[in-house]
T-cell receptor, first 113, second 114 residues
Framework: KAGVTQTPRYLIKTRGQQVTLSCSPI?????VSWYQQTPGQGLQFLFE???????NKGNFPGRFSGRQFSNSRSEMNVSTLELGDSALYLC????????????FGPGTRLTVT | QQQVKQSPQSLIVQKGGISIINCAYE??????FPWYQQFPGKGPALLIA?????SEKKEGRFTISFNKSAKQFSLHIMDSQPGDSATYFC?????????????FGTGTLLAVQP
């Protein structure tokens, strides 16, 4: 089985711009989560989707949004980028049955200048 | 109460030695405790996980010890190898059937010296 894939792997944007990141989960997984990883704040939960519905949301401003498509692929969008949004954005997918293990993709490294 | 506290921040172990990383939590609703390994430039990879109804789980050289009353759990890496040099994260979650949300510790940078 192919793992979680994320595109693009690297991205450089300017303050004020917006960005869209993409994630394809493991085949058969309907649940996708997004995390932000920074040296200062560590790994923080952004939101999760299951069958195209947002099921849970972390403590991030409304500039961070996401969606999931009928094929379980997910996108996250960050509008009006700030320098502090520079981070590794990780997507994780999870199966529908126990033990509900989550598998992470390689991440998208976003740099905001 | 949602935090998971991880220690030490960094660890240096000689090849063949035992690496021990500790985590503590407050939220008694947590019912799933995974450990992830992350190499530079890669996403976290699931190593081993435990539920609170068992006190220990072993997979190869990796063992999780769980103390429910103390609300602590730890990762032991036996016969540590230079290839184990990575950052290790503990995590916790609750209601796993209903949500994916993982609360992560701050990470431990492990260096295994040859």
């Amino acid at each position: 089985k192919a793992g979680v894939t994320q595109t693009p792997r690297y991205l450089i944007k300017t303050r004020g711009q917006q960005v869209t990141l993409s994630c394809s989960p493991i085949s058969g997984h309907r649940s996708v989560s997004w995390y932000q990883q920074t040296p200062g704040q560590g790994l923080q939960f952004l939101f999760e989707y299951f069958s195209e519905t947002q099921r849970n949301k972390g403590n991030f401003p409304g500039r961070f949004s996401g969606r999931q498509f009928s094929n379980s692929r997910s996108e996250m969008n960050v509008s009006t980028l700030e320098l502090g949004d520079s981070a590794l954005y990780l997507c994780a997918s999870r199966g529908d049955l126990p033990p509900y293990e989550q598998y992470f993709g390689p991440g998208t490294r976003l740099t905001v200048t | 109460q949602q935090q998971v506290k991880q220690s030490p921040q960094s660890l240096i172990v000689q090849k063949g030695g035992i690496s021990i990383i500790n985590c503590a939590y407050e939220n008694t609703a947590f019912d799933y405790f995974p450990w992830y390994q992350q190499f530079p430039g890669k996403g976290p990879a699931l190593l081993i996980a435990i539920r609170p109804d068992v006190s220990e789980k072993k997979e190869g050289r990796f063992t999780i010890s769980f103390n429910k009353s103390a609300k602590q759990f730890s990762l032991h890496i036996m016969d540590s190898q230079p290839g184990d040099s990575a950052t290790y994260f503990c995590a916790a979650s609750s209601k796993r059937g209903a949500t994916n949300k993982l609360i992560f510790g701050t990470g431990t940078l492990l260096a295994v010296q040859p």
